[in-house]
Structure formats: structure tokens, C-alpha cells
């Protein structure tokens, strides 16, 4: 099973200002919607409640810091799956990620929420594809395979 971590980023790796923050800024989301329908999408108690609106036509599993990341994706009987965030779910869930979609926007935060929270190995990325974002220009989606 393909486990895709996908994201809106700052070009100084922050995802989020803090963790209660509606995410407003991101430019993606019609990307985003195309690539997650119909998919199991994975995030952490606080991404479910940052949400506008309920993610329809995908299965939003909510996880929280005590999971087995193994034991839910065992569960799920799908060809693949989108990892969601935050930072911590994005960690946990890191050893078991095939590829990572990421769109960086124009924006630096300085502080906040990163990509990854208290990331213990290094990945190796290999680039697949870039991805134009429909309707802004200059704005991209890179993805990346996970050498494992």
C-alpha cells in the first residue's frame, strides 16, 4: 500500500502558525481534493478539529499520540493513503510513509508547527514529479518516493 504524506508547507518547513490555526493560507486545496478523494485520509485529533469542513467521499481516520500507526494501516484495505498531519502524526506515521507530496507557498512563518515533530531518522527522497497547481501560477507540488 502506497502511504502518501501530502502538505502545504512554508519554504521554512512550517505547515501551521500554531495548533488551533484554520489553515486559510494554502492555495492547494483543489489539488488536494483530487489527489485524496475516495482514499482513507489520516490526521491527528487537532488537524480534525482545524478543519472547515468534513473531508466528503474520503474516510478521515483521526488518530491521537497513542496509536499504533502499524495497527491502522492494517486496518485499512485500500491501494493507498493520505497522511494529513500534524507534525506528530506526521513523525509517527514516518517509518511507514512510501512517498511525500508536498506544496511549498510563499510564505515564511519562523516558528510554529513543522512538517515533522521530534523526527528521529533521515529519509531519502527521490523527486518524481512536479505538479502545477491549477490556477496560481508558479505555485508546484513536488513529489517525492521514499528510498526505503
Known sequence: MDVILIAATTVDGYIARHSNEVI???????????????????????????????????????????????????????????VIGGGRVNTMFSPYLTHIYLTFHPLVFTKGIKLFTGLKNEMKLIPINVVPVLNRKNLFQFQYKIQK
Open 24 to 82: 486559510d493560507w494554502t492555495l492547494d486545496l483543489h489539488l488536494f481534493k483530487e489527489q485524496t478523494m475516495g482514499c482513507p485520509v489520516i490526521m491527528g485529533s487537532n488537524t480534525k478539529k482545524t478543519l472547515k469542513v468534513d473531508l466528503s467521499g474520503r474516510e478521515e481516520v483521526v488518530v491521537h499520540r497513542h496509536d499504533n500507526p502499524k495497527k491502522i494501516l492494517n486496518n485499512i484495505k485500500t491501494k493507498k493513503c493520505f
